[in-house]
């Protein structure tokens, strides 16, 4: 027979099938066992569907009465919203004993859901794997308590260190195999950012280019000076997928001929704060994606850029693929450093992709492996 441990994993497993689907939301999953059966499970599947308890609960049909389910999330309480609330269907089903791995950061749930089930006598344990299944939601977590976006970093480089080839000029470094999976994980992401750099050196689409992405990428670019050529691919597709390019207060000030051009290409400006290090307020960019509801940005740029997010510790997450090529050139580029903790490594015919994650994020609660990387090595 297994146990709560395995049962409770089971859940996890199921939620991280979400992912990329049902953001603003939490990757949810519940798994209902009775006398030593799973009767039922489910997942939230899509933002706007139902919940992981009231998937679970209609695979057992009415069997659940004396059961208990595992929730990989306290089940929620609240009214007025998109579904009805867990809590009450799971007091409804009669089950006996609720199993939930952590509590919902969201201030109308919060220990109520919990509350309502001892209320209404259903046993309750809560704490089993909490920290893998906060890690599991960190970008839920983060988008309630600071309404920013959880920042994964990714770039490629080669075996000897390098992200570009001699003197800087644009190298393919990934093979097929890694590029499907950077374009799935774009597929997952609100936002894409790049400096003008990278725009002026690689003139990428940053688009996902799989058949069916579950969400739709804003392109950003961070632009001080308001040079993001009307010929770019970036600026050309714009109608296919928004560009949002970002300059500094003072180029928003005088130029608004830029602006003007920019805008009639269908590019959006708007101005960020100049630092004095002479870059743009990241913080304030992040501000601005979390007003928009953005939960996950992905950071494509140089090592200048994503140094920035690294030395200012606003990155969450950061993927590495190590391609086996080398450059050999003095004078190629040099990828950023990273000291984070590995969570996770997959092969990928010859490539190999490495997960870190910043154990001083505000969003950083466990080394387990996001469900991004789980997907990459398994598929859903
Ligand atoms: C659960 N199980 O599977 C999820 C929960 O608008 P709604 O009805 O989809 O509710 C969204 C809120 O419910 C969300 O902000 C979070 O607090 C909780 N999510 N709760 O019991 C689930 N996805
Ligand atoms: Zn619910």
Request: proline fraction near 5%; glycine fraction near 8%.
């Amino acid at each position: 027979m297994a146990s709560d441990p395995e049962y409770m994993q089971r859940a996890i497993g199921l939620a991280m099938r979400g992912r990329g689907s049902v953001e603003p939301n939490p990757m949810v999953g519940c798994v209902i066992v009775r006398d030593g059966k799973v009767i039922g499970e489910g997942y939230h599947q899509k933002f706007g569907g139902p919940h992981a308890e009231a998937n679970a609960l209609a695979a057992c049909g009415d069997k659940a009465e004396g059961a208990t389910a595992y929730t990989s999330l306290e089940p929620c309480c609240h009214q007025n919203k998109k579904t009805p609330p867990c809590a009450a269907r799971l007091i409804a089903a009669k089950v006996a004993r609720v199993v939930a791995a952590c509590h919902d950061p969201n201030p109308l749930v919060s220990g109520n859901g919990i509350k309502q089930l001892r209320e209404a006598g259903i046993q309750v344990d809560e704490g089993l794997f909490q920290l893998e299944a906060k890690q599991l939601n960190a970008a839920f977590f983060k988008e309630i308590a600071q309404r920013r976006p959880y920042v994964m970093l990714k770039w490629a480089q080669t075996a000897d260190g390098k992200i570009a080839g001699a003197g800087g000029k644009k190298l393919a470094i990934s093979n097929a195999t890694s590029i499907k999976a950077m374009h799935e994980l774009r597929g997952r992401c609100d936002a894409i950012l790049v400096g003008l750099a990278t725009v002026l050196t690689d003139d990428p689409l940053l688009t996902a280019r799989e058949k069916h992405p579950p969400r739709a990428q804003m392109r950003v670019v961070l632009d001080s000076n308001l040079d993001l050529p009307l010929k770019s691919q970036l600026v050309l597709t714009s109608a296919q997928s928004p560009v949002l390019a970002c300059c500094g207060n003072r180029a928003f000030r005088e130029k608004a001929d830029a602006i003007t051009r920019l805008q009639r290409a269908g590019v959006e400006v708007i101005a960020l704060q100049e630092e004095s290090g002479g870059g743009l307020s990241l913080e304030q960019l992040l501000d601005e994606l979390g007003r928009r509801g953005m939960t996950h940005l992905l950071v494509e740029s140089g090592a200048k850029l994503a140094g920035s997010f690294l030395g200012q510790n606003l990155a969450d997450r950061v993927w590495i693929f190590r391609s086996p090529k080398r450059v050999d050139a003095e004078n190629a580029p040099a990828a950023a450093t990273v000291d984070y903790p590995k969570t996770g490594q997959i092969a990928l015919d010859g490539d190999q992709l490495t997960e870190y994650l910043n154990p001083k994020s505000p969003a950083f609660f466990s080394l387990s492996t996001s469900a991004d990387l789980v997907w990459a090595k398994h598929g859903r």
